[in-house]
């Protein structure tokens, strides 16, 4: 006869293994009934990436909003207006579209945090305010054609500086006077492939990355297949870059870690800039394949090393003397 403790553990099986399935009615299968303004919202979502009740934060120094319909303005009639000051929430809580012969037919209600309603013109709406989500501010600032030039200047002037003082002190720097680790290397390739394929999103698919700076997300999975690989490419590049920091510390005494990574940070910020800009005009998949070939001889020919040293364990490029030992390995 079973024990009671048996029956007990072969009731809680039973009952966790088994559930109820109703034949009779599969929702999933079921059609949704929508109403016109529902289909209307779903319409306008799809194009315009956002809808009712979504948020923005104004990025301008202030934005103009009309208490009257967008009717009496078209009308010319008259209207009194108020604006909204920078960093201030709104949220979208109607939109209409009317046609009056005009681009620019579609019109955007927004309530501010101060229980303010007012109306604008989208065209005159998106180039002031981003959504409000930190991925999509930091998309906008660095999309900022005044911030990049100047970004660019100093990145260029800086890194040039830098190596410049590497390369007079004859410092580990990566490419040059590698370290023995691949994570260096594999880093500024994922830069650089991340940047080519950053800039040819924006250049062949702009409706893909409008809809992520619309609705960002760091989950890759949840995103169509070119969104997917270039968050894949971020999530690698952090990845690389935590075992490149851990490996440059235990190749180099700390100055020199320091100095190396600097030089590393320097060679990523050139390439992403490179690469991102001359993507858009096709010379950046040419000029990625050199780099690519470059970068993989210059480890394997120069960088990598073969052997280990018989007396001292450490590695070493070449059979005989060990530079660290000073043993002699045939």
Sequence with gaps: MLSKNKILIFFIIVVLLSSCYDKSRNIANEPIDYTENQLDSISFLKSHHYTQNFNFVVKADSLVLIRQQPEETLSSLPIDSFSVKHDALLVVADIRIIPNGNADSVWVQLASDQLNFGWIQESNLLPKVDPDDPISQFISLFSNTHLLIFLIIVCIISVSYGLRILFKKNAYIVHFKDINSFYPTLLTL????????????????????????????????????????????????????????????????????????????GICAIDYIIFSITTLYYVGYLLLIAYFAFALWRYFAYNRTHYICGNCSQRIKQKGRCPYCGAMNI
């Design 190 to 265: 994922i830069v650089a492939s991340s940047a080519a394929f950053y800039a040819s999103i924006q250049h062949f698919s702009p409706e893909s990355w409008r809809n992520f700076y619309f609705n960002p997300t760091l989950n890759p999975f949840t995103q169509p297949p070119l969104l997917l690989i270039f968050l894949a490419s971020v999530w690698s590049m952090l990845i690389v870059a935590i075992a490149a920091i851990d490996d440059t510390f235990r190749h180099l005494p700390f100055g020199e870690s320091i100095l190396y990574l600097c030089g590393l940070t």
